[in-house]
Nanobody
Framework: VQLQASGGGLVQAGGSLKLSCAASGRTFSTLIMGWFRQAPGKEREFVAA????????TYADSVKGRFTISRDNSKNTVYLQMNSLNPEDTAVYYC?????????????????WGQGTQVTVSS
């Protein structure tokens, strides 16, 4: 599976961004999709994950209510809508895929990773 993330950029605090991740190489609708992020000097951390159908999702507490993960299986794409951004959201954001039916929040649970897209939130 190849994953290509895009949509990062520079935004002011309180603003919004929408990340996209296009997948290829495997039937997209069989993959659990997730987003992680890594800030400078910190471990990569879980942000959100979404089931095959797009019905079941889970979020890190730090983004709950501000971020929304969604997918379009007809376009082989997963999205991360990020609202009310603050400087603590500054990080490289990675999309990830898991060839299983269970939603998980740990890095080791994901088989495939994209290259990352930088999100910078200025105060």
């Amino acid at each position: 599976v190849q994953l290509q993330a895009s949509g990062g950029g520079l935004v002011q605090a309180g603003g919004s961004l929408k990340l996209s991740c296009a997948a290829s190489g495997r039937t997209f609708s069989t993959l659990i999709m997730g987003w992680f992020r890594q800030a400078p000097g910190k471990e990569r951390e879980f942000v959100a994950a979404l089931s095959w159908s797009g019905i079941s999702g889970t979020y890190a507490d730090s983004v709950k209510g501000r971020f929304t993960i969604s997918r379009d299986n007809s376009k082989n794409t997963v999205y991360l809508q990020m609202n009310s951004l603050n400087p603590e959201d500054t990080a490289v954001y990675y999309c990830a895929a898991r060839a299983s039916s269970a939603l998980v929040t740990i890095k080791s649970g994901y088989n495939y990773w994209g290259q990352g897209t930088q999100v910078t939130v200025s105060s």
